[in-house]
């Protein structure tokens, strides 16, 4: 992947830099709610900063479809990332166009200029050559892309800008993350633990199948667990199970055991008959599972189980919680496999943690500063785990 040139192979001092990143925070009545997305950009801004940069800052946030919605609007985050920076931020109110142009080349060294959500305009999710081309003279030949939640979207600001640009670069967020899942993805140091969770098998065949080739154990979790146990002709009652997905659940219980790795399913578990807080719960063995319950959890025995192996790994990607963890009694499975892995990195294990939900879960578990890397992209991370390539990587400048 380092074929790719990255902010540190570019001249920066008194050149405008337009810096894609992912700015897609959750916002409530123009309330940031968790900023961590900013926090994970401040690296490459600091950089170019330090190296005299004039920097034009471009991000997408939620969901307005190609029109003005100031419900989307990134002037809210114009603050946040002043305070952060300790420097002043402008802001341009049209991500294209008279006013932002004349912004940028206002910027004196190492300034920092934000534009409004790219996704006002229809030609950002459109790829659209002549929305590409207007964001490219808001830079002097130099793009930089630190989005890497956004590098599987064939988008104007991640693919179509690179065609108008002379260089185009990761920035450090994208590179460490490369860096992380590339290190799963290839031959990491063995005991080597994927611990695969949350609601579907289907959303993750792909990923199951490529780290099957290289991982020592697989330990699965979470309602996608289900469909495997059915496979494997055990009672499920009323889980969560993909009756179209049976057959290739069984074939891949069969490519595990060729390939040697142990893939592992719960013995026990959580039931209930409804997915709601403070309902009636029972602990069972998957052999007994009642009719009419449902397995919202991983038990006991599964998490001793799990955390064992966890204990000897040396390396641990984890993906997809092991239950309704948002919900309690069902968080326990899913918070005791986060401190495992959290104590396994402690003892020098390299642990990465990918996916929107289990980088909630370990904020819950209040372990996430001891695991070595948290993935920023969801859909981005599993794409890649998966063996796809990015367009928004692909898209960048070899070296
Ligand atoms: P991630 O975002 O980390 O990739 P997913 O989106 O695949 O994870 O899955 C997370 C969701 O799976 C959570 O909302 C969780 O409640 C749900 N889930 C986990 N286990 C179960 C279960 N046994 N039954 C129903 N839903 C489950
Ligand atoms: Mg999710």
Partial sequence: MFYKITIDDLTLRGRRMFLRVDFNVPLEGGRIMDDSRIRAALPTIRLAVTRGARIVIASHLGRPNGK???KFSLRPITRRLQELLERPVDFAVDCIGTEAIQKSKQLNDAGVLLLENLRFYPGEEANESGFSQKLAQLCDGIYVNDAFGAAHRAHASVVGITKFVRQAAAGTLMQKELQYLGMVMGAPPKPYIVVLGGAKVSDKIEVIQNLLRTCSHMLIGGAMAYTFLKAQGLPVGKSLVEDDKLDLAKRILDSAAEKNCR???????????????????KICSVR??????????????????YSKELAGARTIFWNGPMGVFEITPFERGTLSLAYAIAEATKRGAASVVGGGDSVAALHKAGVSEHITHISTGGGASLELLGGRTLPGIEALSNH
């Fill in 68 to 70: 003005v919605d100031m």
């Fill in 263 to 281: 893939l592992l399913l719960p013995v026990d578990q959580v039931v209930a008959k409804e997915m709601r807080k403070g309902t009636e719960v």
């Fill in 288 to 305: 007994e599972t009642p009719d009419d319950w449902m397995g919202l959890d991983i038990g006991p025995a599964t998490v001793e189980n």
